[in-house]
């Protein structure tokens, strides 16, 4: 199993705008994280700081693993971009694999699962742009599962979904969780940030409170 992943004095800003300011977190192997807080208060910063999409402007990050996924809040594929869900569920295995690695037998086992965790299957040979706002959240959300990352990011994994695709999202972060995998999650839900084991608040770039919640207490 992989080590904690830590943070340490994090600040970051946006050209003049600070978006975060003195931020000392960690994540373990096998818990769920949730980030809450209101628009603007630096969530998508801190999963973006964690994927390596954007570097601090101090402070440390440490025990960020080689293999990390980052599903974003909103896809920027266009609708009309003529991409089967499983050519976009493939990337994540390109992602794991590299780029000029043709997929394997195991590969493609691994890209069907996934699919299928996410009730995406019968989907595989349909376009983006043909796709519900759940399915295309889904079908993202299997990108993220079959690149089998250590540590797993989730931006607003709930925004306009339906409850089907509420309770697959929920089943797959468990199993991730039962893994061993790292996950966090940015999210407004308050329901789903109580089954987390962990709540970070932020506010306006600042830490608010930490809060383990019972059962990582009990574990």
């Given at each position: 199993m992989h080590e904690p992943v830590h943070l340490t004095g994090i600040c970051h800003r946006y050209g003049r705008l600070p978006s975060l300011n003195g931020i000392n977190l960690e994540f373990h192997p096998g818990t769920v994280t949730a980030l809450v807080g209101g628009n603007g208060s630096g969530k998508s910063t801190l999963l973006g700081l964690l994927a390596g999409t954007l570097r601090?402007?101090?402070?440390?990050?440490?025990?960020?693993p080689t293999n990390?996924?980052?599903?974003?809040?909103?896809s920027t594929v266009p609708d009309l971009f003529p991409v089967t869900v499983r050519r976009t569920v493939s990337?994540?295995?390109?992602?794991?694999?590299?780029?000029?690695?043709?997929?394997?037998?195991?590969?493609?086992?691994?890209?069907?699962?996934?699919?299928?965790?996410?009730?995406?299957?019968?989907?595989?040979?349909?376009?983006?742009?043909?796709?519900?706002?759940?399915?295309r959240q889904r079908t993202f959300i299997a990108q993220g599962l079959a690149q089998q990352a250590d540590l797993l990011l989730l931006d607003e994994p709930l925004a306009a979904v339906d409850s089907t695709t509420v309770l697959m999202i929920d089943q797959a972060i468990r199993a991730e969780k039962a893994s061993g995998t790292t996950v966090v999650i940015a999210t407004h839900h308050w329901e789903q940030a109580n089954t987390a084991d962990q709540v970070i608040v932020l506010d306006r770039g600042q830490l608010a409170t930490t809060t383990l919640t019972e059962q990582q207490e009990l574990a």
């Open positions: 601090p402007t101090s402070g440390v990050i440490s025990g960020v990390t996924a980052l599903v974003p809040q909103h990337m994540g295995r390109w992602r794991a694999r590299g780029l000029m690695r043709s997929l394997s037998r195991s590969d493609r086992g691994i890209v069907d699962q996934a699919m299928s965790c996410m009730g995406i299957a019968d989907l595989a040979d349909r376009t983006l742009g043909d796709l519900s706002g759940g399915q």
